[in-house]
C-alpha cells in the first residue's frame, strides 16, 4: 500500500510566490526524498532528507521533516514558471530493503 | 553523470503480443533496478526490484509471469509484458541507484519511462 499521502493534490500559484507541498507516510524511515516529474517524463530526484534530520535547503528548496508526526514538506521559494511540475516525496522504509514508497504527488502550475 | 537510458519511448502492440522495455545505466553499475508503473495523474506502483544475476522480486499483487524482468548484467534489465492487454496500457518507468551496493540512502536515477498502448 502507499506509504506517502501528499496535500495538496495540485497547487496553483503565481510567478515569484512561495509554494509549500505536504508529505505524510506511515512507517519508520530511514530517509524521505524529494523528486519532480515533468509531464510524460521520468523522476528527477531533487532532495534527500534523513530520519536524523530536521531541515535541509539546497537552493530554492527547504525540505523539513518531522518523524514524530511522520511529516515533510517542501519549499519551493521564489518560484518560477519553469518549476511548473509534478512533485513526489518518497520514503525509504526502514523494513523495505532498497525500495522507495512514493506518494501520490501534488501537480504544481506556477503561472506567468 | 548517473544516466538511466529507457527504450523505447513509447510502443503501441496489438492485443496478445508481448512488449520488451529496456533499462540501461549507461555511465554507472547497478547490481539493482526497480521498475514502476504509472497510471495518469497518479502516483508510481513499484511493481518488481531487479537482481542482477538472481530472480527479481516482484511486489504483492504483480503477477511475475505476466511481468518478465531480466537483468543479465550490471548495466542492463528488461521488463518483457507478456500477452499484453489494453489494460496493461501504462506509463512504466526504470530507475537505479549508483554504486554496486546501490545503498537506500543514495537517490534513485529515473530513465525517461515507456508509454505502452495496447490496443
Known amino acids: 500500500s502507499q506509504q506517502g499521502e501528499e496535500d495538496p493534490q495540485a497547487l496553483s500559484i503565481q510567478e515569484g510566490e512561495n509554494a509549500t507541498m505536504n508529505c505524510s507516510y506511515k512507517?519508520?524511515?530511514?530517509?524521505l526524498q524529494w523528486y519532480r516529474q515533468n509531464s510524460g517524463r521520468g523522476l528527477v530526484h531533487l532532495i534527500l532528507?534523513?530520519?536524523?534530520?530536521r531541515e535541509k535547503h539546497s537552493g530554492r528548496l527547504r525540505v523539513t521533516l518531522d518523524t514524530s508526526k511522520k511529516s515533510s514538506s517542501l519549499l519551493i521559494t521564489a518560484s518560477r514558471a519553469a518549476d511548473t511540475a509534478s512533485y513526489f516525496c518518497?520514503?525509504?522504509?526502514?523494513?523495505?530493503?532498497?525500495?522507495?514508497?512514493f506518494g501520490q504527488g501534488t501537480r504544481l502550475t506556477i503561472n506567468p | 553523470g548517473a544516466v538511466v537510458s529507457q527504450h523505447p519511448s513509447w510502443v503501441i502492440c496489438k492485443s496478445g503480443t508481448s512488449v520488451k522495455i529496456e533499462c540501461r545505466s549507461l555511465?554507472?553499475?547497478?547490481?539493482?533496478m526497480f521498475w514502476y508503473r504509472q497510471f495518469p495523474k497518479q502516483s508510481l506502483m513499484l511493481m518488481a526490484t531487479s537482481n542482477e544475476g538472481s530472480k527479481a522480486t516482484y511486489e504483492q499483487g504483480v503477477e511475475k509471469d505476466k511481468f518478465l524482468i531480466n537483468h543479465a548484467s550490471l548495466t542492463l534489465s528488461t521488463l518483457t509484458v507478456t500477452s499484453a492487454h489494453p489494460e496493461d496500457s501504462s506509463f512504466y518507468i526504470c530507475?537505479?541507484?549508483?554504486?554496486?551496493?546501490?545503498?537506500?540512502?543514495?537517490?534513485?536515477?529515473f530513465g525517461n519511462g515507456t508509454r505502452l498502448t495496447v490496443t
Open positions: 530507475s537505479a541507484r549508483v554504486g554496486v551496493q546501490g545503498l537506500q540512502s543514495s537517490p534513485l536515477h
Open positions: 512507517t519508520s524511515i530511514n530517509n
Open positions: 555511465d554507472f553499475q547497478a547490481t539493482t
Open positions: 518518497a520514503a525509504g522504509l526502514i523494513q523495505g530493503a532498497q525500495k522507495l514508497v
Open positions: 532528507i534523513r530520519s536524523n534530520e
